[in-house]
């Protein structure tokens, strides 16, 4: 996994995770290492990854290999630098790892739309008629993701209670587990990305919590989507996986009946299979596992919301975030919300004997982690950690 | 008014518009007009505004000082460096005038709003009962705004047809009259804008046309608001007035009833009259005038709008757009949109004897305009302009 760093004095550089150590990109680079690759090494300097993934698939094919080979020998390779190419994770100070030109979010996650259609519409359908015709999303707010770890302040806003609009912090914070595309290459304005060529402008995934005040959601959201009510705050992963690495983990996806429209059918696998887990960890008790997921679970594939997002021409940039949407499985322990978790407030989670949550609570921790594991393959996404404080 | 153009050879840079011809503000600074006012040269020989932008208010209030005083002179001032200087229009490539980070669109036009309420929900109140409480707004996408000028292809896209999905060009391509304002200052995530402070927030104001495939957005955007309806383009003017500039033009707003919560609470008056024009040239007949409205009609004010979406805590970077939303006003003649003045395709709006449209045609122009004219003062906005292809 990639990712952007800095320890002691460096500035925010290149890294490559391995174990718990952070190789330093740009030192092994001006060790002569990359020479015959032909990258520049400041492209390795840079405070986000932009530049790194505008390379493309064929030389990040070409470092990874690299550094597979001298990590096989790394005790002899770096025998007399060791301390100058992997700097220990406890050291590093980890940054958001690419600069977000726009960010989108899907709602890709069918379990969730059903729940979220069975609170607030119990009399109807729990599925509006677009949801099986095409992957549904909005624009969310690209300056307010942040790198995982970093505090996130409750938000203050309108709400009703009893009817009447008040302001004050929010009464209903929330986490979604999701997981983040980190797209790899640009298209021009005025031309669609098939299909069949929508994995090409994936460089990577990363986990995604996308925060949301529930009440303040609920009031200002008809007729244009969630503004404020998600805007104060998303976190993502400081560490990016390429996502050839999710090969292993390719699965069928679910039958989409109605077929889809033409430009969003594809013959072969574009669904993967990676686990979740959210963890909340209260100031004042221990940390405990309040869902597994699956990624399995998303009724679109990532090469239908990419597909689906370009089709009238809008452009995609190295670095746009396309988040997946909440991730909830088809049993309650694997509700990817505590709007779902805890039935909109209405059956409180128990954490403990004594400590139970309908929504988070100053102090709380989420976290948010991801591997695949599937036929002996096994890759582990970077976590993505925030507490909550008011 | 402040914009970036390019010029023979010359790289994008900025320029203030004067008449017919536009100063390059590079060379004015390296003749040593400015040396007093301590800005690097390099500021104007950028291709954004991004860099000027952050020289602040004072800055920007003196170089406008600085240019009028030479400018009273011109003839002399400018005497042997006149061609150098002065840039005529007509030979000026013209660029987006700020990178935009993060844009946000508003819907604070109160007779847009009461219209679509009315054709699209014709049994209930017009209003939802949000949109006299707040100022309701939804994040649209950064990277397809492009400048005026600049073919809008006819997007793509699932829309109904007898309830049927179907996929093709989008059959009713239509225009939204906006303001645009071009923040001028951060805040940082997690803290608030007051009301009282907002205006220092805002750099400028320029023409903004959001384009929309009412087709496509009718069809997606339940629940989460529009997506591919509107991100296939948006046009703003090339030309950014400075705020400061529309101080005569300021007037009281509409009176709001129920008094808003207190953070959108104001004493003096924070609205602006400026008249507003829509064009439309078909390809194959004469321009027409399709609608006269006017920025009083919006009923949240520019200041209303940055404390509402700050007061969660989000961030606004130099650059950000935040758009008004269509500025109909209350007579037919005055609508901002093709929607609203073919009334969803049910009234055609007549452009001669022989043409008529709904939506808009290929080939067709859409210019808006717009102006202050109040007690003697004059100020002129930058056109937006541009032609449909497919």
Known sequence: MYGIFSYGISNPRVGFKHGHYILDLEVVSLLGYFDDLKIDPAVFAQPV??????LGKPVHKGIHQRLNELLENEAVVFADVHEQVFIPETRAQ???????????????????????????????????PNYKHMPVAYHGRASSIVVSGTPIRRPNGQFLRAGTPVFGPSEALDFELELGLIIGKSNP????????????????????????????????YQPLGPFLGKNFASSLSAWVLPFDELEPFRVDGPIQEPVPLPYLQTSDSKHFTLDLEVWLHPADGEKICICRSNSHYLYWSFAQMIAHHTVGGCNLNIGDVLATG???????????????LSWNGERPLHLSETTSRTFLANGDTITLKG????????????????????
């Open 49 to 54: 990854l932009n530049d790194f993934i505008a």
């Open 371 to 390: 591997w695949g594991f599937l036929n002996g393959a096994r890759v582990d996404l970077g976590d993505v950690t925030g507490t909550i404080y008011s």
């Open 189 to 220: 304005l005025g031309e669609s990305i098939s299909i069949d060529e929508a994995e090409d402008y994936i460089f990577g995934i990363a986990l995604f919590n996308d925060w949301s005040a529930r009440d303040i959601q609920r009031w200002e």
């Open 326 to 340: 909440t991730i909830s499985g088809n049993t309650p322990g694997s509700y990817g919300s505590l709007l779902e």
């Open 94 to 128: 980890m940054h958001i790892p690419v600069r977000i030109g726009d960010y989108t979010d899907f709602y890709a996650g069918i379990h969730h739309a059903e729940n979220v259609g069975r609170m607030f519409r119990p009399q109807a359908d729990p599925l509006l």
